[in-house]
Structure formats: C-alpha cells, structure tokens
C-alpha cells in the first residue's frame, strides 16, 4: 500500500448534431441502426444529475440490462426513486475533497451531499452525451427546436465527484472510475483536466490516466475533454494516448446582434441577448481620466453610466475581469455593454440587460461614431438565431492546443467537436438556467458529443476495441466543415486549423461507423509505449498493476500504432511502422495517397495494401527525411489509404531538429 498526494482536477461544458448530420431521418442513419445506443451504458463523471430534467425520461425504454451491477445511492433530495430506466446509477464520491479542503458546510457553500446536480456542469454534460429528445426548446427565446443527446436512448449512469464550482478531488475520480468499471459501464466520459505542467503518464498522482489505463484495459473507452486553456501551445491536457481526447469548434449558429448608431450604421455584434430591445439611448466610452478597459469600469463613477449603454476594450481573455465590468455598468444604472475584444466565445446570456461583442474593429468604427458627435446614441435589438451560411465553423480561442508536453510524439488532440453554445439541460439551481436548460461553452460540451458518438460506434461494433473506435473517429474526420469550407483556428490571429489544435479534424459520426481501416492497439502495446518514453520498470508496473519488465533494446515511440505520425525531433531520415486491419469488405486493395509536410520527404512501402478474407491485417513502413538545415517548427501534411470509395487519412506532423532540446527566441 502506498500514499499518494492527491491531485485537484477542474471541469472543462440543438443544432449539433443536425450539423454532424447525425439526424434519425433514414432507415440506414446511424441512429437508426444502432437503436439510438439502447444496448450501451455510458458512466458521466462530473458534477452530478437534476434528474427531474425531462431529457432524462425513461419514455420507450426497455428493461435495465441484466449486466448492469451499479445502484443509485441516497443523499440529500435524492433517492434511488429518481433513477429509472434511463438513469440507471448514481453515486457520489467525498471523501477525496474533504481530506484536501474541507468537510462541506452547505449552509455556507450551497452543495447537494448526493448525486444531485447544484452546479449543473453534469447534468449539461451527462444529458448531451444522451438526453431523450424534448420539443420546443429554447434558450432566452434562441436556438429554439427539439433538443436530444447523441444517443438518446443510452442508459446512463452517474458518478459525481466534482463539487462547488468544479474542483474534483483525483482520489475521487478514480474511486469513481473504479466504480463505474466495476458497475459495467460500456464508454467513460469525464468533461475535466489538469493545467500544465502535468504530471507524466506513470505518475500515481496523474490519476485520470490511471484511472484510464484499467477501464482501456477492460475495453472501455475513455473520453476526456482537452481543457479550456487555448490558444497557447502546449496546454493540452489527457495526453495519455489511451485517452480520446477532444478539442472543441463552433457551429454553423450564431446569435446576431444587431446594432444600430445614431448615423443609422448597423452593425452585428453576438450576444445571447432575450430582449426587450433597447434605445434609442445614450451611447457612451469612458474619457481620460477614466478607463476605457472594460475591466477598470468598476473605478468609474456612476453618473458616467447610469442610463447609458456603454462602450469599452479589452485585450484580457480573464471572463471574470470583464464580468466584473459589465456587472459595474448594470449596478450604475447602466442599460447595455458593448465589448469590443479578440473572439473568446465567452457570450454572457441576459433577459434584460444586453452585452454585445464587437472585434475591435468594429469596436473602433463605434468609437469613431461616438467621436463624430456631441449626442451619440444607440438601439440594441434582441439577438436572434441565424443557422447555416454564412456561419463558418472555427476552433475556439479557449480550445487547449498541441502538441503533446509530455509525449510531443502523441498527438494530441485526437479530435474535435461543437463545444461552444451547446443547449442541454442544466440544475435548475444554475445562475444561467433558463427552465432547466442552458446554454453552455468549452470543451467540456465538445467533450459529451464525442461520447455520445462513442456509444453510438460501441452499439453497432461491440467488438471493437476502444483504439479501433479512435482510430474510425480519428480516420474519417472532417478536414473542413461538413458544408466543404475550411476550419480556422482562433488565437492571436486567426489561421487555418491544423492537427494541434483538431487532431485529425471535425467528428463525422456517419463515416465512423465505416471506416474500412482501423489502426488497432492493445494494453501489451501501450505498455511497450511507456517502456519506450523511458519510465522505468517500477513506475510502469504500478500503472499496469503488475510486475512489467521492458525488453531492451527499448521500442521505438514512434511504431505505437496510432491513426497519426508525429514526429518532434526529425534530423535525418527515420522509418516508422503501421499496421491496419480491414473492417469493410474482405476483398479490398488500397492504394497509398502522400500529402507530405512542407520540407519533409515521405516514403511508403508497399504502396498497395490488398485485402482478402484469410489476409486481414497488413503493416506498412513509412520512411521520412527533411530537406531543412535549420530547427523548424511543426509542419503538417497527411497520409491517406484509398480504395476510390473509402478514405482512410491520418494526420502527419514534423518538426526539424538540427539541435535538439534547443529554445529558440533569437
């Protein structure tokens, strides 16, 4: 028995799958063949459930599968009376929290000890991956449909072990996912991470990728979020490459917002703005000696904008700065925030008082506006719902980014999905609950869509393995958006996406079910794959959980057989192996595709993979060379299997090192 630190882990939260073209329309969708996920259970880790929701009714439900070996636990306002056939377990985990805080006064600090949902992250997450559909839905009046989780009729099983605001205890979580594997869960998703620096993979005190390690073992999938701390390099989190790790996007909905100046210019900014409209009223910007950033409004007095709606600038992506901001302006008296800054897609949702963002060129042609007259005034609209074009999808600034800190040669993320202004339901004790739902942001909401997907794949292909479900995932993505137009990646400046910041790109959940080739993996290769980061032998065998002795020489990171090839320290020419195994018809012949990066010499040997029904599995080797002579970053180029009907394309990332472990910041 050993004592372990404990490690504190954050959460990361209609349209989305009309948009993934994951719709029930035809006998041969998805949904259709799957039985909208009935035979899989999928365990949610998180904050808990309000599970009077309506999308968790048990409406057209079956019984219970026979294997299921969870339960539902009583605790405050909740019993196993609140489970049924769709909510199937619910249980809570403490004792973790409490040993590194504090026992919970919830006189003080509101907190259900139970299942139950108070912050209403898990029911958001839990009923995305699979709420059953419930019509006429909106929030503040928007995004207005039926709203449904990926697999609406997966049963579901809850395991709380984040509290308050979000803090979740590492003991707990793996008390949770022990649980969960112990209980027959058949996919894990766990919308939560660590921030950078991590801890490596065999650390015991990176308990998420324990945790991980046994439920991959057993075949559970993992789906874990990447983390909210974009757009900087290097602050992915679950790296481990038995997790599935999901970055986030837009959609093709927005809220515009319109605008209008006293010249009679409009202008469309984005809220989430009920109504009622406002103005025509003053319009105003904090003069010298005041601030115009909209984090120093609360300085301001209030007569500079009681009765006002008031312009102001911010180049700090700190949501809480800018809270505290709009927030000054509402307690002066103020009537409306307009904010100009780069896109974080941190919309604050109103009834009554509008925030509106701007870029900061619009922003500037309202500052302008406001400079060319002595009576400046403006009209705010309520927002409105616009789906489709012009709508261009992109990755969000928050979205963490690649590459990989601790393993570059892991590309990570694996993949993205919508996570920004994702409707679902919510506690009905969440500040942003509007009749029990909400709509939310971050990849803590991309995050549930990959596991609903997940299900989706484990109900058509239980026999699959949780890499071979990657794999199809990672394979058949969306380098573009499903409309054909490119995915851009917000940051400092917007720029094309690319695998360190989408993986291998956009879900599309249809070609999943389909891949015709998976890069398969097994436990005794991810633990060839730490033998070759150079953990030693103890540290690897407690992971396992058994004694493990690495063979020597070591293998190489580079032959784990993952759908990508990452290479961060190429200096002359390295050969690396793959091996696919054919899951579409038996007599199939491929023929090899090379979009090498810019620089970079690619090889493939045999260039012709031929399939029949005794020859199913087949390797490959790539070879891959620089033409560089200095230290270059990373560039990105792609290697596809084709057999004129199935693309089967695998992103490739390299990166020069003529020097290596060099910095360069000359």
């Given at each position: 028995?050993?004592?372990?630190?404990?490690?504190?882990y954050?959460?990361?939260?209609?349209?989305t799958?009309?948009?993934?073209?994951l719709?029930?329309?035809?006998p041969?969708?998805?949904?259709?063949?799957?039985?909208?996920g009935?035979?899989?259970?999928?365990?949610?880790?998180?904050?808990?459930?309000?599970?009077?929701?309506?999308?968790?009714?048990?409406?057209?439900?079956?019984?219970?599968?026979?294997?299921?070996?969870?339960?539902?636990?009583?605790?405050?306002?909740?019993?196993?009376?609140n489970?049924?056939r769709?909510?199937?377990?619910?249980?809570?985990?403490?004792?973790?929290?409490s040993?590194?805080?504090?026992?919970l006064?919830?006189?003080?600090r509101?907190?259900?000890i139970?299942?139950?949902?108070?912050?209403?992250?898990?029911?958001?997450v839990?009923?995305?991956?699979g709420?059953?559909?419930?019509?006429?839905?909106?929030?503040?009046?928007?995004?207005?449909?039926?709203?449904?989780?990926?697999?609406?009729?997966?049963?579901?099983?809850?395991?709380?072990?984040?509290?308050?605001?979000?803090?979740?205890?590492?003991?707990?979580?793996?008390?949770?996912?022990d649980?969960?594997?112990?209980?027959?869960?058949?996919?894990?998703?766990?919308?939560?991470?660590?921030?950078?620096?991590?801890?490596?993979?065999?650390?015991?005190?990176?308990?998420?990728?324990?945790?991980?390690?046994?439920?991959?073992?057993?075949?559970?999938?993992?789906?874990?979020?990447?983390?909210?701390?974009?757009?900087?390099?290097?602050?992915?989190?679950?790296?481990?490459?038995?997790?599935?790790?999901?970055?986030?996007?837009?959609?093709?909905?927005?809220?515009?917002?319109t605008?209008t100046?006293?010249?009679?210019?409009?202008?469309?900014?984005?809220?989430?703005?009920?109504?009622p409209?406002?103005?025509f009223?003053?319009?105003?910007?904090?003069?010298?000696?005041?601030?115009?950033?909209?984090a120093?409004?609360?300085?301001?007095?209030?007569?500079?904008?009681?009765?006002?709606?008031?312009?102001?600038?911010?180049?700090?992506?700190?949501?809480?700065?800018?809270?505290?901001?709009?927030?000054?302006?509402?307690?002066?008296?103020?009537?409306?925030?307009?904010?100009?800054?780069?896109?974080?897609?941190?919309?604050?949702?109103?009834?009554?008082?509008?925030?509106?963002?701007?870029?900061?060129?619009?922003?500037?042609d309202?500052?302008?506006?406001?400079?060319?007259?002595s009576?400046?005034i403006?009209?705010?609209?309520?927002s409105?719902?616009l789906?489709?074009?012009?709508?261009?999808?992109?990755?969000?600034?928050?979205?963490?980014?690649?590459?990989?800190?601790?393993?570059?040669?892991?590309l990570?993320?694996?993949?993205?999905a919508?996570?920004?202004?994702?409707?679902?339901?919510?506690?009905?004790?969440?500040?942003?609950?509007?009749?029990?739902?909400?709509?939310?942001?971050?990849?803590s909401?991309?995050?549930?869509?990959?596991?609903?997907?997940?299900?989706?794949?484990?109900?058509?292909?239980?026999?699959w393995?949780?890499?071979?479900?990657k794999?199809?995932?990672?394979?058949?993505?969306?380098?573009?958006?499903?409309?054909?137009?490119?995915?851009f990646?917000d940051?400092?400046?917007?720029?094309?996406?690319?695998?360190?910041?989408?993986?291998?790109?956009?879900?599309?959940?249809?070609?999943?079910?389909?891949?015709g080739?998976?890069?398969?993996?097994?436990?005794?290769?991810?633990?060839?794959?730490l033998c070759?980061?150079?953990y030693?032998?103890?540290s690897?065998?407690?992971?396992?959980?058994?004694?493990?002795?690495?063979?020597?020489?070591?293998?190489?990171?580079?032959?784990?057989?993952?759908?990508?090839?990452?290479?961060?320290n190429?200096?002359?020419?390295?050969?690396?192996?793959?091996?696919?195994?054919?899951?579409?018809?038996?007599?199939?012949?491929?023929?090899?595709?090379?979009?090498?990066p810019?620089?970079?010499?690619?090889?493939?040997?045999?260039?012709?993979l031929?399939?029949?029904?005794?020859?199913?599995?087949?390797?490959?080797?790539?070879?891959?060379?620089?033409t560089?002579?200095?230290n270059?970053?990373?560039?990105f180029?792609?290697?596809?299997?084709?057999?004129?009907?199935r693309?089967?394309?695998?992103?490739?990332?390299?990166?020069?090192?003529?020097?290596?472990?060099?910095?360069?910041?000359?």
């Amino acid at each position: 028995m050993q004592v372990i630190p404990d490690t504190i882990y954050e959460l990361t939260t209609t349209r989305t799958w009309d948009y993934l073209g994951l719709s029930p329309g035809t006998p041969q969708s998805l949904l259709h063949k799957t039985d909208l996920g009935s035979s899989v259970i999928v365990g949610v880790i998180d904050t808990g459930v309000w599970p009077e929701s309506e999308m968790f009714n048990d409406n057209g439900y079956g019984p219970i599968p026979s294997r299921w070996k969870g339960a539902c636990e009583t605790g405050d306002l909740f019993s196993p009376s609140n489970c049924n056939r769709k909510l199937i377990g619910a249980k809570f985990f403490i004792d973790g929290f409490s040993a590194e805080f504090e026992v919970l006064n919830t006189t003080q600090r509101p907190e259900y000890i139970s299942p139950r949902d108070f912050n209403g992250h898990g029911t958001h997450v839990s009923s995305t991956v699979g709420g059953s559909y419930v019509a006429n839905v909106s929030y503040l009046g928007l995004g207005s449909g039926t709203v449904r989780g990926g697999a609406p009729r997966v049963h579901i099983a809850i395991y709380k072990a984040c509290w308050l605001h979000g803090v979740c205890s590492g003991a707990d979580v793996l008390k949770a996912m022990d649980e969960a594997i112990n209980d027959g869960v058949d996919v894990l998703s766990l919308s939560l991470g660590l921030k950078v620096p991590l801890y490596q993979e065999t650390d015991m005190r990176e308990l998420l990728s324990v945790g991980a390690f046994h439920a991959v073992e057993k075949g559970i999938p993992v789906v874990a979020s990447a983390g909210n701390n974009g757009p900087g390099a290097q602050t992915i989190s679950n790296v481990a490459p038995w997790i599935l790790t999901v970055a986030a996007t837009t959609q093709d909905r927005s809220f515009p917002t319109t605008i209008t100046l006293g010249n009679n210019i409009t202008i469309l900014g984005q809220a989430i703005f009920g109504g009622p409209a406002v103005g025509f009223v003053e319009l105003t910007i904090p003069d010298k000696p005041f601030s115009t950033d909209c984090a120093d409004l609360p300085g301001n007095p209030k007569s500079t904008m009681e009765g006002k709606v008031v312009l102001c600038f911010t180049a700090d992506s700190n949501a809480g700065a800018m809270g505290n901001g709009i927030l000054a302006v509402k307690n002066a008296g103020g009537l409306g925030v307009i904010v100009a800054k780069n896109p974080t897609y941190s919309l604050i949702p109103s009834r009554d008082f509008p925030c509106v963002m701007v870029d900061f060129e619009l922003g500037t042609d309202i500052l302008f506006y406001i400079r060319s007259t002595s009576s400046p005034i403006v009209k705010i609209d309520a927002s409105k719902t616009l789906v489709s074009y012009p709508v261009a999808t992109k990755v969000p600034t928050f979205s963490s980014r690649g590459p990989n800190s601790i393993s570059p040669a892991i590309l990570k993320p694996d993949i993205a999905a919508p996570g920004v202004n994702i409707l679902a339901a919510t506690s009905l004790n969440s500040s942003v609950s509007d009749g029990g739902y909400a709509m939310t942001s971050g990849t803590s909401m991309a995050t549930p869509v990959i596991a609903g997907v997940v299900v989706l794949l484990k109900a058509l292909h239980p026999d699959w393995s949780p890499a071979a479900i990657k794999s199809a995932i990672v394979t058949t993505a969306w380098r573009t958006d499903p409309s054909g137009e490119p995915i851009f990646a917000d940051g400092s400046s917007r720029k094309l996406a690319d695998p360190f910041d989408y993986g291998g790109g956009l879900v599309n959940p249809d070609k999943a079910a389909r891949p015709g080739l998976i890069y398969d993996i097994n436990t005794n290769d991810y633990v060839l794959y730490l033998c070759s980061t150079d953990y030693n032998d103890t540290s690897i065998s407690q992971v396992v959980g058994k004694k493990t002795e690495c063979p020597n020489p070591k293998p190489s990171v580079l032959d784990l057989n993952l759908p990508s090839i990452t290479i961060p320290n190429l200096k002359d020419k390295v050969t690396l192996t793959r091996t696919v195994t054919n899951v579409g018809p038996p007599n199939s012949i491929y023929k090899v595709v090379i979009n090498p990066p810019t620089g970079v010499r690619m090889t493939v040997k045999p260039n012709i993979l031929r399939f029949n029904p005794r020859t199913k599995k087949v390797s490959f080797t790539v070879t891959v060379s620089t033409t560089h002579k200095v230290n270059t970053g990373y560039y990105f180029g792609s290697l596809t299997w084709t057999d004129n009907v199935r693309r089967v394309v695998i992103p490739v990332s390299v990166r020069t090192q003529i020097l290596e472990r060099y910095h360069d910041e000359n």
